[in-house]
């Protein structure tokens, strides 16, 4: 899960990350985020599969999710 990986490195040089990921890859995503010093980092957490989903309802997740994407890069670091 280099997604996970890219995130600690963004975060360490101080750069805001909103990590999406599907449910499925929830435990993957805890365990990554503590081998890389991230323990407690949270990313947003969609429903999975969503390969199969057609561009109207893509669009649709994407929406529900805009909140908290920009709430993670908006935030005040630490």
């Not at 957490?45 to 909140?67: F, G, R």
Request: net charge negative; glycine share 6%.
């Amino acid at each position: 899960m280099s997604s996970l990986l890219d995130t600690a490195r963004l975060e360490r040089a101080g750069v805001p990350t909103a990590t999406v990921i599907t449910n499925i890859f929830t435990r993957e995503a805890d365990y990554q985020a503590e081998t890389s010093g991230m323990r407690g980092f949270k990313p947003i957490v969609v429903p999975h599969p969503t390969s199969h989903l057609p561009e109207e309802q893509i669009k649709a997740l994407a929406t529900s999710i805009v909140d908290p994407v920009l709430e993670r890069l908006l935030a005040s670091p630490g």
